[in-house]
């Protein structure tokens, strides 16, 4: 059965940068699944016109198309129950949805200030209008002008860090002794920040840095 994951791609397509098609990619490989990814630019709507919306991650998985990251992840728990769950027992669940909350409404607006203006001219050319045109009616300013407070911006978000470095000093994964979809809630955010940032965001040995690569381990990316 054909599975295809329609991904952002910035540019240089081998660059694929969302938060949220990442949080899909480690999924599918929670669950053991192959698939092949489509490089996606933010101004190529019609490419994905036939899943009824916008934007990525988008899933073809044969004859089904399911579109958002939550989505995406609860039909995979539900479709391939044999294969190991993404969310675990209850309580396990439970802890995900406040972990989504977290990385949504807190971690990742603090990510943006930093990394939006080195987003920008690592895009091809043809999303740059409707980049800047969408992020800065959202956030209410020039794209260029994230750079002047950029060191605030720095210090906000190693202050959103703190719960999470606090968790892994004391456990190898977010929600116990192995990656869930909790990790890849978190992982997509970060390694946003890492492959986007113009600037270092984590040192060598960085206890974060170690954890991000223990979650690609674990699933052999």
């Not at 991904?7 to 053991?32: G, I, Q, T």
């Not at 260029?144 to 210090?155: G, H, I, S």
Request: hydrophobic content about 45%; proline content about 6%; some cysteine.
């Amino acid at each position: 059965m054909k599975r295809v994951l329609y991904d952002l791609a910035a540019a240089d397509e081998s660059v694929r940068f969302s938060p949220y098609c990442w949080r899909v990619k480690l999924a599918l490989a929670h669950k053991n699944l192959p698939y092949d990814t489509v490089p996606w630019h933010f101004t190529e709507k019609d490419v994905i016109a036939f899943s009824g919306q916008g934007k990525v991650p988008v899933l073809v998985d044969g004859a089904r198309v399911v579109a958002d990251s939550q989505v995406i992840a609860e039909y995979l728990e539900v479709a391939y129950p044999n294969e190991a769950s993404l969310f675990g027992d209850p309580p396990s669940r439970a802890l995900t949805h406040f972990i989504r909350g977290w990385a949504d409404e807190i971690l990742n607006p603090a990510i943006a200030r930093i990394v939006l203006p080195d987003i920008f001219p690592r895009l091809a050319v043809k999303d740059q209008g409707y980049f800047r045109e969408t992020r800065e009616r959202a956030w209410g300013m020039r794209i260029e002008d994230f750079y002047v407070e950029r060191a605030r911006y720095v210090a906000e978000f190693a202050a959103v860090l703190k719960p999470l470095r606090s968790t892994l000093a004391v456990q190898g994964f977010i929600a116990g002794p192995s990656p869930s979809y909790a990790d890849h809630i978190v992982f997509g955010s970060l390694q946003w920040a890492r492959l986007m940032s113009g600037i270092v965001l984590f040192e060598p040995g960085d206890r974060v840095v170690e954890w991000m690569e223990a979650v690609l381990e674990a699933y052999g990316l």
